[in-house]
């Protein structure tokens, strides 16, 4: 079963099994202390996106640790 983890560098939130790399940007520095959500469907449209330099459609971690 994949568990909920976030990538520590472009905070995406992801549904991978252990072990694996963020697809979006490739790193392998995944967590699962992160807080808040925000689903970024339009971010060239998306004062949120600018603000927390977001290029692509997805779900993404307000806080990661």
């Known amino acids: 079963m994949a568990t909920r983890l976030v990538c520590r ?3 995406r939130v992801l549904d991978v ?3 694996e790399q963020c697809p979006a940007c490739g790193s392998n520095s995944l967590t699962e202390d992160w ?3 925000v689903v970024i469907a339009h971010p ?3 004062e949120i996106a600018e603000a927390m330099d977001v ?3 997805g779900r993404y ?3 990661v640790r």
Do not use: I, N, W
């Open 9 to 11: 560098d472009c905070h």
């Open 17 to 19: 099994e252990g072990g």
């Open 35 to 37: 807080a808040g959500y």
């Open 44 to 46: 060239e449209e998306s």
């Open 55 to 57: 290029t692509e459609a």
């Open 61 to 63: 971690a307000l806080k």
